[in-house]
Structure formats: structure tokens, C-alpha cells
């Protein structure tokens, strides 16, 4: 490398900027926390889809738990379910003051964030000190005693600017979640999406914290229908890949789209879940047939050729403010 080139070299490594490393538990996502209005109504609402993995732990004191550095005095109705690949914690606010009767009041029934199990308390902890050096403070915190010992966990502050709450669980010793899909057709999990209303300023939040840069596409779509009428919409799509996630990010250009249905409804955040399914037709005739119908679809690609799919949202928001994805991929020569 000549003399000048590598002075420029130089200064361009100076005025670039130099990312975290981010732990590789990042690579998985343990549970979703999700708040809702009602719990009977949610639950009976997803068993009727065909999901029967619950357990429901009644109203329990959230005393264990602190909010923004004070003590909680709050209740909840507490359910843990797996929803195909998914596990979720359920928590209805009761009473008191707490980041889940805050989240319900500010926004109505959502997944709030994504919380991510650490191996061990250590990394868990240490965590903690990387993202205060990266400016980032601990939200809320607590832990559930169990017969073999402890599970922690931390809520952080990333809401305001990541639109979504990060989380961190650790449990003790050898106890975790069964990670097999359950429900029906074993729905395989593709993709956690947000909605947001700027893709720039959530995807450099992200990155400062050591996330993977974000992609954006605004790729053409087919077949549009929004409520059973011909669709005019179109959306910016950023995308974020690291390990077995892909988190979708939907900036909303045209519509009307369920897309901005939910930024009037809830703002900015969490959106819905995506599931690949085998055979679309079947699967989002029964989920009507069950009373959660087909509020948006389309299709990308030239149909019956490699490349080419479809999608298609289930209208669940009644049973706890999310909607749900169903994506078909042509598989085919």
C-alpha cells in the first residue's frame, strides 16, 4: 500500500465507527413478554386455534420485582405458553404500579420485547455493565424462586429508541424451556416484526448496541388485499439477521395497511409473528373458519417459479393485540 493510500486508510478507520461485539446468547430468543387485557379471553382464544401447551399460575405478587429502581407492589394473572416455536409469558396487570400495567395503560395489549437466556449468572450480569457503558439502564428487574434455585431476569430501557424492550433471563442450573414446536401443523417461527415510523434512527440504535446492521428493501408485491378489497399498499422493509432470527422492520409508505392500523391503535413497537406454513390456503381457511380472519395478503415473485411466495395476516389483535404472519415460499424447480 502506497504512503498516501494508507494515511487516507488511516483516517478513514479513525472517522468510522467501531461496534460491540455482541454475546452469542443474542442468537436465540427465549420467550416473548407479552401483556394483556384479559388472560381467559387470550387463552381460551388460542386453545381454540388448536394450542394446548399452557399453564396458568393465577395472580401472583409481583414483590420480587422492581420497576425504574423502586420496589413493585403490584399483582398479575401469570400464564407461560408455547405457541408453535415460541414460548410466551402472559402477565394480566391486577394492581399496583408496575412496567406491565404501565406498557397496558400507554399502549394497550402488546408483546412488549424479547428476552434472550444467558448460559450462565455471570454473562448475565456482565451484560448489564456493557450496555450501562453503551448508556443503556436497567429498566426493571426480579427474580422467581424455584425448587432449583433462582431465575433472573432484567428488563433494559431500550423502548423509547429500539421500540422494543430487551430482556434477559437466566435460569438455574440445568432448568430451561423446551424448545419443540407445539400447536398445530407445529408452526415453524420465521420472523419477529416491529412497525415503526423511521427505519434509520431504530436501526443505528441497534447497531450502536452491536446488533446487526440493518437491510432495507422496498421490493414490488403482487396480489394485494387489504379487508377483503384490492390492496393499494407499500411498505420499507428493514431486515436484521444473527443466528436463527430474522427480526422484520415495516415502515408503513401507502395504505391503508394493518400496518398503521396499529400505529393509531398502539404506536410503535411490536407488530406480529410470522410462521412459515406448507400449505397456505388450509391453514388461513381454518383460522377464519375459528374467527380470526385474513385482514391483508399478497404475494411476491413470479408465481410458480423459485423465488415467488405468499403472506397473508390473521386478524388474532383480540386475543392479545398482535397480529399473525402466515408465509408460504415456493419450493419447487
Not at 399452557?54 to 420485582?65: A, P, R, S
Request: with cysteine; hydrophobic share 35%.
Amino acid at each position: 500500500m502506497r504512503k498516501g493510500a494508507s494515511f487516507l486508510f488511516l483516517i478513514l478507520m479513525a472517522s468510522s465507527p467501531v461496534f460491540p461485539q455482541l454475546p452469542d446468547f443474542y442468537k436465540g430468543v427465549d420467550r416473548v413478554t407479552w401483556v394483556v387485557d384479559d388472560l381467559t379471553k387470550v387463552m381460551d382464544g388460542w386453545r381454540g386455534l388448536g394450542f394446548q401447551d399452557m399453564q396458568e399460575f393465577g395472580e401472583v405478587d409481583l414483590t420480587n420485582e422492581q420497576y425504574r429502581g423502586q420496589p413493585v407492589d403490584g399483582r398479575a394473572r401469570v400464564a407461560v405458553a408455547r405457541l408453535g416455536s415460541v414460548n410466551v409469558t402472559w402477565l394480566q396487570p391486577i394492581s399496583g404500579k408496575s412496567l406491565y400495567s404501565d406498557f397496558l395503560a400507554r399502549k394497550g395489549p402488546g408483546i412488549i420485547g424479547l428476552t434472550h437466556r444467558t448460559p450462565t449468572l455471570s454473562a448475565l450480569e456482565n451484560e448489564v455493565k456493557r450496555l450501562a457503558s453503551l448508556g443503556v439502564g436497567v429498566l426493571g428487574k426480579g427474580t422467581i424462586p424455584t425448587d432449583s434455585g433462582e431465575i433472573t431476569y432484567v428488563y433494559f430501557d431500550t423502548e423509547a429508541e429500539g421500540k422494543y424492550i430487551l430482556g434477559l433471563i437466566n435460569y438455574p442450573g440445568d432448568m430451561a424451556p423446551d424448545s419443540s414446536p407445539r400447536g398445530p401443523a407445529n408452526l415453524k417461527l420465521s420472523q419477529y416484526a416491529f412497525v415503526s415510523k423511521d427505519l434509520d434512527k431504530p436501526a443505528g440504535y441497534w447497531q450502536k448496541l452491536g446488533f446487526p446492521q440493518m437491510s432495507v428493501t422496498h421490493g414490488e408485491l403482487k396480489n394485494l388485499q387489504h379487508r377483503g378489497q384490492p390492496g393499494q399498499f407499500d411498505q420499507k422493509l428493514g431486515w436484521q439477521r444473527h443466528g436463527a432470527i430474522v427480526y422484520e422492520w415495516i415502515l408503513p409508505l401507502k395504505g391503508p395497511t394493518v400496518y398503521e392500523e396499529h400505529l393509531t391503535r398502539h404506536g410503535e413497537g411490536f407488530h406480529h409473528l410470522a410462521f412459515d406454513v406448507d400449505d397456505m390456503d388450509k391453514v388461513t381457511a381454518d383460522w377464519a373458519q375459528k374467527g380470526f380472519p385474513i385482514v391483508q395478503a399478497g404475494a411476491w415473485g413470479d408465481e410458480g417459479k423459485p423465488g415467488s411466495g405468499r403472506f397473508a395476516y390473521s386478524d388474532t389483535t383480540v386475543i392479545g393485540g398482535i397480529c399473525i404472519e402466515f408465509l408460504w415460499n415456493h419450493k419447487g424447480n
